[in-house]
């Protein structure tokens, strides 16, 4: 893990974007230390997303969390993927023309959680060798296939906030089954280019005993700022007590 | 409104039974006056609900809410209705029998709306005219078609938690559609005595701009404490803000 830039943020989080390999990647630490961390999930194109996660990143601050994410696979400025860019450009032509989706699900999604996996654990492996941070680990946000897999394969992951707000490949509905952390689920109700539904079946899926799901409005963009209030305290019941 | 007993709980908080005619209803203030009013809703039966009922009130207090709570008509030492409790029995030997039950929650719970709705209004002229009770009002909990029905036709009610534990008439579906108020609904995700989907179907037809669903696991009486506390939040962007 190499770091490739620092600043101090307001509230005295200090921001770091390093390198792990090829995979470029950003670490909030609070001012308070060692802090326990959330993997911060998201659609893809760090540069793009970046106020986003870093307003996340503030808000987890604010309750004692250090927070950290990578690039996706195939996203921003890493090697782009021919296989991925023809099943999205297929997805999207699907959606509009009301065709069966599943297929094309699994030729975009499938691949995405091979490989994304694997790089979040070993991203996760760099950062607790960091003496700032520390376990328990949660992860949040999407693609929530992505937090499926990583909350069933990695023990170190205790608690899971997913955002239900992109397509789940059905195959990974017996992996949910599976899952046994406590979850909080975020579904944006008016999300249009989402399937409430299916996000309502794969809540229904997962084998935890505790887990909540939390609806809001405001499409896919407009989760309210008092949702992710309520995620932070899901992660303090979790990973600070 | 004749208060007929009082005793300080715990935190300092006043809680005084009254009677408004035939209604027996309690009374629960914190020491910070005048305070916004939070409605306990509840399925009937005060003395049974007696202590969840005074675990809402402790937990609303120590956001700042006083809360007050009505016996329901042919509830607890209320006169019985023979027409409910006949809709009550055809209600359990339907389910259990897997049978259409439309017609019969029509039967039991439209008389208890048409006669709840303007005992509450009658209640809440009366706390209001106390002067440690101050606007804006909440309503929250169950019978959910009663609170449904509040928060249309009483405009002094800003905001509503809703407890969507029970059945709801079909016709309220339309009444929905034309609430307005920010909704905060709670749904017992493993219910086993509730319609899981209609109350998802409810949730929907909402008109408000603001609504929020919290599911949670553990059954019709297992709402979990930080549920509650929520709950809370939601009255208090709402109520105090």
């Known amino acids: 893990m190499h770091f490739t830039s620092q600043q101090r943020l307001a509230d005295g989080i200090l921001e770091r974007e390093f390198d792990l390999g090829e995979i470029p990647g950003v670490l909030w630490t ?27 990143a503030r808000q987890s601050a604010a309750y004692g969390f250090a927070t ?46 091979e490989r994304a ?55 990974m509905f017996d992996e949910a089954r599976r899952v046994m952390i406590p979850l909080h689920v975020l579904l944006q109700w008016d999300d249009e280019g989402n399937d409430r539904q299916q996000a309502l079946d794969l809540f229904d899926a997962f084998g935890s005993r505790e887990k909540t799901l939390h609806a809001n409005m405001g499409g896919h963009t407009g989760v309210p700022h008092f949702a992710g209030d309520d995620a932070a305290r899901f992660f303090v019941r979790h990973l600070r007590s």
Chains 1, 2 share one sequence.
Do not use: C, K, N
């Open 117 to 171: 996996v694997p790089e979040w654990q070993t991203t996760l492996d760099a950062l607790l060798s960091l003496p700032e941070i520390s376990g328990p680990v949660g992860y949040s946000g999407g693609v929530i296939a992505i937090g499926v897999r990583l909350a069933l394969v990695e023990p170190r992951i205790a608690a899971a906030g997913l955002f239900a707000g992109s397509f789940v490949p059905r195959v």
């Open 68 to 113: 950290a994410t990578i690039e996706l696979p195939g996203s921003g400025d890493r090697t782009p993927s021919a296989d991925a860019e023809q099943a999205r450009t297929d997805l999207h032509r699907a959606l509009a023309a009301g065709e069966p989706v599943d297929e094309i699900v699994d030729r975009l999604v499938l691949p995405l959680v």
């Open 30 to 56: 609070p001012t308070s230390s060692p802090a326990p961390l959330i993997l911060l999930g998201h659609p893809g194109g760090l540069r793009r997303m970046y106020p986003r996660l870093a307003g996340r």
